[in-house]
């Protein structure tokens, strides 16, 4: 280990020593960092029959810094166990951070695909787009998990096409027929957002094969692609920066959501139109990997970037931002739905059920399932603070008050048309909310902070159930404790 390593080593897990005390916002179920920051979810994958999920961490910094790779494995993808960074920046090609990529296992080896951000020093004639920074496409290898071979620097932006920006990023690799593909974002110089795709026959050797892109411009950058097919349905993944004007001036900054493609991704491809994943105030940046059982299972991180409104109120201690729930991404009539690993239903314990009304306290963790919805009436108030309701063929999520000072931040409302609703399913953790409607055909996330765990659920006609979701001590708490939410 050089010594650069060893010191960042070391000054992370003196950062980790000393989390806030008496952090009341701290998740229950959800991935969050053990101290600091996180964003992406990186390098997905079961290995030898364990989960592992790498996280975007920034640990000494909960506004976010420089990026590492923090890593957590699970046996059920719900409670997890923290193991440390195990990538930290700490090579020329990767100096200003490990930034997103994947996982791709075969013959009982790990191989870690990520990019190496460079920043070069502040320059006033530096853009940071064309110029000023670096993109290299890395390679780490486990035979274990836990322990990773020298990293290797596969490409560089001079291996990249001559008409893209410097950023390029977030590689994503399968294999194909014999062949090894990689997925990467690109930017292109006349700020074109879209996916490039390399080959390889052994992994290692790259280059550049062919795009994939809309037919008209669809944003500046394309971040985090992904492509995969469930039930034969082929999906193209990407977070979209750069969509502006009509409905997109109602939704976040940015987008993540995917296409459906039709034909060959490697030859004649048609896009459909785009649909995002998740209607919420925060999702980003999602990764899906398939399990040793076949299902496809995807992750958010719930947190939006470059949002200027929007502060959490985690930050007063020391850290910001969590995944989503790992979801299943399957299909029901010819739709691309989600719902929470099954895993999930082993933990819950009814508390109680109705019919058409249901009020309870005290229980932060909790799933809400709420079925046989009849002509539309549909409404819940989640501790107090946020509402869920269809109306006027809407679904919406917002906040009681946008002025307080809680994760609505001014960010006022997100909705969806849906002709008919018919069932919702609210999974709330202490600080976070996902509600997936029909069956998760259409998915709302968002983080809140509410003053008392309550919920209040109205829905005339309807059923209403009730479980909360027992846990082993959160994520990445030091404090072991079994609750109930
Ligand atoms: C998406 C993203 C990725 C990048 C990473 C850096 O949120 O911007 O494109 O690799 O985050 O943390």
Not at 223 to 252: H, K
Not at 269 to 276: A, E, G, K, N, T
Request: net charge negative; with cysteine; charged share 25%.
């Amino acid at each position: 280990m050089s010594a650069l390593t060893n010191d960042l080593k070391k000054m992370t897990e003196l950062a980790e020593s000393s989390p806030a005390q008496n952090a009341v916002f701290r998740e229950k179920l959800h991935l969050m960092p053990p101290v600091g920051w996180l964003n992406d979810p990186n390098g997905l994958c079961q290995f030898h029959g364990v989960y592992h999920a790498f996280f975007q961490y920034s640990p000494f910094n909960a506004e976010g810094g420089v990026k590492m790779w923090g890593h957590y494995t699970s046996e059920n993808m719900i409670d997890w166990e923290y193991q440390g960074v195990m990538l930290y920046p700490d090579q020329p090609f990767d100096c200003s951070g490990v930034y997103s990529g994947c996982a791709f296992i075969e013959d009982g080896e790990m191989h870690l695909y990520y990019t190496g951000n460079v920043k070069l020093e502040d320059r006033d004639d530096y853009d940071y787009i064309n110029t000023g920074r670096e993109a290299n496409t890395v390679l780490v290898t486990s035979r274990d998990g836990m322990h990773f071979s020298r990293k290797r620097e596969l490409m560089r932006n001079t291996d990249y096409p001559d008409d893209l920006t410097l950023h390029v990023r977030d590689p994503k690799v399968w294999k194909q027929d014999g062949m090894y593909y990689m997925i990467q974002g690109a930017r292109t110089k006349e700020d074109v957002g879209q996916a490039l795709i390399f080959q390889s026959e052994d992994k290692v050797n790259w280059s550049f094969r062919s795009r994939v892109e809309t037919a008209e411009p669809f944003g500046y950058m394309w971040e985090c692609p992904d492509y995969f097919e469930v039930n034969g349905m082929q999906i193209l993944s990407a977070s979209v920066q750069g969509l502006t004007g009509g409905e997109w001036d109602d939704r976040n900054v940015y987008q993540s959501g995917y296409f459906r493609l039709e034909g060959d991704i490697l030859g004649e491809y048609m896009l459909s139109d785009y649909c995002l994943w998740d209607y919420g105030f925060d999702y980003y940046a999602p990764q899906s990997f398939e399990t040793k059982d076949g299902r496809r299972i995807q992750i958010g991180w719930m947190g939006m970037p470059d949002c200027e409104e929007y502060t959490n109120r985690t930050l007063e201690e020391g850290w910001q931002h969590c995944f989503t729930i790992p979801r299943e991404v399957y299909i029901k009539d010819g739709r691309i739905c989600q719902r929470p690993v099954r895993e999930m239903d082993e933990k819950k314990r009814r508390i109680s059920a109705a019919s058409g009304h249901l009020e309870d306290e005290g229980h932060p963790v909790y799933e809400a399932y709420v079925s046989g919805i009849t002509d539309g009436k549909f409404r819940a108030v989640l501790g107090g603070e946020l509402i869920l309701e269809y109306r006027d063929g809407r679904f919406e999520m917002r906040f009681t008050d946008q002025d307080m000072h809680s994760a609505s931040a001014g960010r006022g409302v997100r909705y969806v048309h849906i002709q008919q609703i018919e069932n919702v399913r609210i999974l709330t953790d202490v600080s976070s909310v996902e509600v997936f409607v029909n069956d998760g055909e259409y998915v709302f996330t968002t983080r809140y902070y509410p003053e008392k765990a309550s919920v209040c659920v109205e829905a005339e006609g309807a059923d209403i159930e009730l479980s909360a979701i027992l846990f082993t001590s959160g994520p990445a708490e030091s404090v072991s404790e079994i609750g109930i939410g």
